[in-house]
């Protein structure tokens, strides 16, 4: 992607969540200054730093966020939609996102929900913009966007952020860029720290713990001045526990005790008022304290029941309750960090100097005393656990400073093994006689279904010196368009067929070659007797925070003339 323009430019950060949207900024003129926007449409006044990631599709048009009537039917969590195969509570019947696939309107797709969803923001963000600096500056000023996403979803899930970006009117796919949440809640916080609390070679784990996701991340201090650079130390862990399953997991307490005829009888917008004061009271302030023994949740249109624990319209909820309803999620989250912990640490070069807890979840003392009694390191010291002020719009600051002072991530670490199809010459006893065949341009006899890798899992990849491999195309006309399949492994030592297990196709590359002079062609006879043209050029390809920029160069020229289609 295009880097972002320096001189006099606005930098944007858009952290789409699962229950929560971000949106953060600051003017070249004054990088110290980064603001946060609290107001919001139909906010009744009220800041907040984030709106709810909702939207309705009603008669008199969308509405979203805080301007969804009360009482209004609203999808949800669809952010998850995009990347459905790393959530498995998407199946369960009463779940909030299984009630937004069912409201999803007739011809639209999950991506379509989001773009109307981010379309609202970028709306509202212009707006914002044009009555805090003026509408004459917002629009001579370039508009850079930086927007998180998951550092666990797959390459389809980001590209799939991208088209809808781009939908909702943030510009063309490459003219701004992807920033994975934990890489942007580490410029933050690491940015925060006291200059004098960091010395090089100091490994942080960040936890980013939000609403549908934990991304678990570790980096190291590589150096202080005259500008904070870090590298990934170990590759990013994550899973799909964020606070929002505490919510499910909370629906599934009132189910049980009050039975599923009553629950399913229950008004959809009922158990959303149920849920969202259970989300934004009980969930944020428990802390297991022993001064607490019994929670009260609203449960409207429900009549007192004293077997149920339903007394003067308040579901009651013990303390022992509210752990099972907590230790499950917390448990799976200790485990990320704990390993990640371990990973660092058989590095044999990293030690963890402490865990930085960002999101919203990541603000929960309870969440945080668990981690401090149970995280170890090899030696058995307990690392400083740190929850930051303002945790929760941590990501959203940090792509804004991303924006504003660029790359400070060094190194990164290969999160796939990649690689492309491609065919070999035929080797008896080597190579299976059923992936054999003759080349009909040369004669060959060339094996198929081989694999070229050019990075393996783990591996330390740079932003700024891409991977390189050369391809030679044999094609029948100048400027037919030749194309790539780029494959993807999870093992750090992936076998070199396409038909073993666990190697799955990224993507297709499509290179437009019709770019490149003529005289680049070189002119063969096959075998036939026919002419055919012989070509030959570098794929690049660079490894950025939560996306990948494939070019191609022919003789020193770089083209970008690549698409690429996602499975």
Same mark, same amino acid.
């Given at each position: 992607?295009?880097?972002?323009?320096?001189?006099?430019?606005?930098?944007?950060?858009?952290?789409?969540?699962?229950?929560?949207?971000?949106?953060?900024?600051?003017?070249?003129?004054?990088?110290?200054?980064?603001?946060?926007?609290?107001?919001?449409?139909?906010?009744?006044?009220?800041?907040?730093?984030?709106?709810?990631?909702?939207?309705?599709?009603?008669?008199?048009?969308?509405?979203?966020?805080?301007?969804?009537?009360?009482?209004?039917?609203?999808?949800?969590?669809?952010?998850?939609?995009?990347?459905?195969?790393?959530?498995?509570?998407?199946?369960?019947?009463?779940?909030?996102?299984?009630?937004?696939?069912?409201?999803?309107?007739?011809?639209?797709?999950?991506?379509?929900?989001?773009?109307?969803?981010?379309?609202?923001?970028?709306?509202?963000?212009?707006?914002?913009?044009?009555?805090?600096?003026?509408?004459?500056?917002?629009?001579?000023?370039?508009?850079?966007?930086?927007?998180?996403?998951?550092?666990?979803?797959?390459?389809?899930?980001?590209?799939?952020?991208?088209?809808?970006?781009?939908?909702?009117?943030?510009?063309?796919?490459?003219?701004?860029?992807?920033?994975?949440?934990?890489?942007?809640?580490?410029?933050?916080?690491?940015?925060?720290?006291?200059?004098?609390?960091?010395?090089?070679?100091?490994?942080?784990?960040?936890?980013?713990?939000?609403?549908?996701?934990?991304? &678990? =991340?570790?980096?190291?201090?590589? *150096? #202080?001045?005259?500008?904070?650079? @870090?590298? $990934?130390? !170990?590759?990013?862990?994550?899973?799909?526990?964020?606070?929002?399953?505490?919510?499910?997991?909370?629906?599934?307490?009132?189910?049980?005790?009050?039975?599923?005829?009553?629950?399913?009888?229950?008004?959809?917008?009922?158990?959303?008022?149920?849920?969202?004061?259970?989300?934004?009271?009980?969930?944020?302030?428990?802390?297991?304290?022993?001064?607490?023994?019994?929670?009260?949740?609203?449960?409207?249109?429900?009549?007192?029941?004293?077997?149920?624990?339903?007394?003067?319209?308040?579901? &009651? =909820?013990?303390?022992?309750?509210? *752990? #099972?309803?907590?230790?499950?999620? @917390?448990? $799976?989250? !200790?485990?990320?960090?704990?390993?990640?912990?371990?990973?660092?640490?058989?590095?044999?070069?990293?030690?963890?100097?402490?865990?930085?807890?960002?999101?919203?979840?990541?603000?929960?003392?309870?969440?945080?005393?668990?981690?401090?009694?149970?995280?170890?390191?090899?030696?058995?010291?307990?690392?400083?656990?740190?929850?930051?002020?303002?945790?929760?719009?941590?990501?959203?600051?940090?792509?804004?400073?991303?924006?504003?002072?660029?790359?400070?991530?060094?190194?990164?670490?290969?999160?796939?093994?990649?690689?492309?199809?491609?065919?070999?010459?035929?080797?008896?006893? @080597?190579?299976?006689?059923?992936?054999?065949?003759?080349?009909?341009?040369?004669?060959?006899?060339?094996?198929?279904?081989?694999?070229?890798?050019?990075?393996?899992?783990?591996?330390?990849?740079?932003?700024?010196?891409?991977?390189?491999?050369?391809?030679?195309?044999?094609?029948?006309?100048?400027?037919?368009?030749?194309?790539?399949?780029?494959?993807?492994?999870?093992?750090?030592?992936?076998?070199?067929?396409?038909?073993?297990?666990?190697?799955?196709?990224?993507?297709?590359?499509?290179?437009?070659?019709?770019?490149?002079?003529?005289?680049?062609?070189?002119?063969?006879?096959?075998?036939?007797?026919?002419?055919?043209?012989?070509?030959?050029?570098?794929?690049?390809?660079?490894?950025?925070?939560?996306?990948?920029?494939?070019?191609?160069?022919?003789?020193?020229?770089?083209?970008?003339?690549?698409?690429?289609?996602?499975?």
């Amino acid at each position: 992607m295009s880097q972002p323009s320096c001189l006099n430019s606005i930098k944007i950060g858009i952290d789409f969540g699962t229950t929560y949207s971000g949106i953060a900024w600051a003017h070249t003129s004054t990088p110290g200054e980064i603001n946060i926007i609290d107001r919001w449409v139909t906010g009744r006044n009220r800041t907040s730093a984030k709106v709810p990631s909702e939207i309705a599709y009603t008669s008199s048009g969308v509405k979203w966020g805080f301007g969804i009537p009360s009482r209004g039917s609203r999808l949800a969590w669809f952010k998850l939609l995009l990347d459905p195969t790393k959530y498995s509570h998407a199946s369960t019947a009463n779940s909030p996102l299984a009630r937004t696939q069912m409201l999803i309107p007739c011809g639209k797709k999950p991506v379509d929900v989001v773009a109307d969803y981010l379309s609202e923001l970028y709306k509202h963000t212009i707006d914002h913009l044009e009555k805090s600096l003026g509408k004459d500056v917002v629009e001579v000023s370039p508009l850079d966007f930086i927007l998180t996403v998951p550092a666990v979803w797959s390459d389809a899930a980001k590209d799939l952020t991208l088209q809808a970006a781009e939908s909702a009117g943030f510009g063309r796919k490459k003219s701004f860029r992807l920033i994975s949440e934990p890489e942007a809640a580490a410029v933050c916080c690491l940015k925060e720290i006291e200059p004098n609390h960091l010395n090089v070679g100091d490994t942080f784990v960040i936890a980013d713990c939000g609403g549908g996701t934990v991304d &678990v =991340i570790s980096y190291t201090i590589a *150096r #202080k001045s005259p500008k904070l650079e @870090v590298a $990934e130390c !170990v590759g990013g862990t994550g899973a799909v526990c964020g606070s929002t399953v505490l919510n499910e997991r909370f629906e599934e307490l009132v189910r049980d005790r009050i039975g599923l005829p009553r629950f399913d009888k229950m008004k959809h917008e009922a158990r959303l008022y149920m849920v969202k004061e259970f989300n934004d009271s009980l969930k944020r302030n428990f802390t297991d304290s022993e001064d607490e023994d019994i929670f009260t949740c609203p449960i409207p249109g429900a009549t007192d029941d004293s077997t149920a624990g339903i007394e003067d319209g308040m579901f &009651v =909820i013990y303390r022992d309750e509210m *752990r #099972k309803i907590f230790d499950p999620v @917390v448990q $799976e989250i !200790v485990q990320l960090v704990q390993q990640q912990v371990k990973e660092v640490e058989k590095t044999k070069t990293c030690q963890v100097k402490a865990l930085v807890l960002v999101g919203g979840f990541g603000e929960s003392e309870y969440l945080r005393s668990r981690l401090q009694n149970q995280i170890r390191t090899i030696d058995g010291r307990k690392p400083s656990i740190l929850q930051p002020p303002n945790a929760w719009t941590a990501v959203v600051r940090g792509a804004v400073m991303r924006g504003l002072e660029g790359e400070i991530v060094r190194i990164r670490k290969a999160p796939s093994s990649y690689g492309n199809l491609c065919t070999e010459l035929f080797i008896e006893g @080597v190579h299976p006689k059923r992936d054999g065949y003759i080349d009909r341009h040369t004669g060959e006899y060339r094996c198929n279904r081989r694999v070229r890798w050019y990075v393996r899992k783990g591996e330390d990849v740079e932003e700024n010196k891409p991977l390189r491999q050369t391809f030679i195309f044999l094609v029948d006309a100048i400027g037919d368009r030749v194309s790539v399949s780029l494959l993807a492994s999870d093992s750090p030592d992936p076998p070199d067929t396409s038909k073993a297990t666990g190697i799955r196709t990224t993507c297709t590359l499509e290179v437009d070659t019709s770019v490149i002079p003529k005289e680049k062609f070189r002119r063969k006879i096959g075998i036939s007797g026919q002419p055919y043209f012989r070509l030959m050029f570098d794929l690049l390809i660079s490894f950025q925070s939560a996306s990948i920029l494939y070019t191609f160069e022919v003789d020193g020229i770089v083209y970008r003339d690549v698409n690429a289609t996602y499975h």
